[in-house]
């Protein structure tokens, strides 16, 4: 066998050597390469954005919110600039959705959400159960976990959903939901702070439903699904809605809450919704929560 020369990885050793001293403080290698784990790693094939160069750096451009459970931050994943050749996957930007350990959370709610989920590690349970720092550690990376896998399921069933690019510990970095030109990046809206006329409202109500009852499909309720957890993803001509902070999806048969959640669900989303000029019809709480038990056994 002949050695065969990789370009990647000889690019990606010169720049180590070049670039080591010259990270900012707003910056780190991509933690790609420590996610060498499929399980670690969003659905494949991977999208061709994804950016997976060994040389390549991530920069902290900022906050997108501090939320209840986690902190959301835009990060660049690129090859530095003078590697850049204009070709897919050498950068983009991504979502760091960063858990903190449950102290300053809600998580007491965390009981009713996860009854009927697979059994834990004990030792791990155990640790959860006595709040120690161990403890924590682990139940802000289990939050991370489920997110991380929840949101791959939903993307290989075709639900629009940020992609999941990796998970490492705590962290979850996912697709950017938002535009990026010459005035620099712009999140989606959240469909809380938007306005749209009475034809928009209607697909969009459309649109949610099939995504509750996609959900519903695969034995799954969000648990949270509002208007601030939608955005409206302008990247197409027709924008639409994506959905996003799963980390609490509920199991529709196995929680003795699953339709407690989802009939609560789609109130809050309908309730907005008609709210906005969607037609009865289009946006039918009761509705909605017919057809998504519809598959399954009455509770
Ligand atoms: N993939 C994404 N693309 C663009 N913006 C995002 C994305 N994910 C999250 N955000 C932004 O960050 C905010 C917080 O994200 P998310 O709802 O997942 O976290 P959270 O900690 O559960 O927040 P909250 O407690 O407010 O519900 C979102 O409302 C949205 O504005
Ligand atoms: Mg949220």
Not at 33 to 49: C, I, K, L, V
């Given at each position: 066998m002949t050695p065969s020369f990789d370009p990647d990885a000889f690019f990606a050793r010169s720049m180590l050597t070049v670039t080591i001293a010259e990270l900012d403080d707003d910056q780190r290698w991509s933690?790609?390469?420590?996610?060498?784990?499929?399980?670690?790693?969003?659905?494949?094939?991977?999208?061709?954005?994804?950016v997976q160069h060994d040389g390549a750096i991530d920069t902290e451009l900022g906050i997108l919110k501090t939320g209840k459970e986690a902190d959301a931050f835009l990060l660049e994943r690129a090859l530095p600039e003078e590697l850049l050749?204009?070709?897919?996957?050498e950068e983009t930007l991504l979502v760091a959705k960063r858990f903190r350990s449950?102290?300053?959370?809600?998580?007491?709610?965390s009981h009713e959400y996860t009854e009927g989920r697979r059994g834990k590690d004990s030792r791990e349970a155990r640790a959860m159960a006595k709040g120690t720092a161990f403890g924590k550690q682990v139940a802000a990376a289990q939050w991370a976990r489920t997110e991380f896998d929840v949101l791959g399921r939903l993307w290989s069933a075709g639900l629009?959903?940020?992609?999941?690019?990796q998970i490492v510990g705590t962290e979850v970095c996912m697709e950017f939901i938002g535009t990026d030109d010459e005035q620099g990046a712009v999140a989606a809206p959240r469909l809380q702070e938007t306005s749209p006329d009475p034809e928009q409202v209607e697909r969009w109500a459309r649109a949610l439903r099939e995504v509750v009852l996609g959900l519903s499909e695969l034995g799954?309720?969000?648990?949270?699904?509002s208007p601030y957890n939608i955005l409206i993803d302008s990247r197409q001509a027709d924008p639409s809605p994506v959905i996003i902070d799963v980390?609490?999806?509920?199991?529709?048969?196995?929680?003795?809450?699953g339709p407690q959640f989802l009939r609560r669900d789609c109130e809050n989303v309908c309730a907005w919704l008609r709210g906005h000029g969607a037609p009865a019809s289009a946006a039918d709480p009761a509705e909605w929560f017919t057809a998504s038990m519809g598959g399954w056994e009455a509770p």
């Open positions: 933690t790609w390469p420590e996610t060498a784990h499929t399980m670690d790693r969003g659905p494949q094939p991977f999208p061709d954005w994804v050749t204009g070709a897919a996957g449950p102290e300053h959370s809600s998580f007491h709610r629009p959903v940020p992609y999941p690019v799954l309720v969000h648990g949270d699904l980390p609490q999806v509920i199991d529709l048969i196995a929680n003795p809450h």
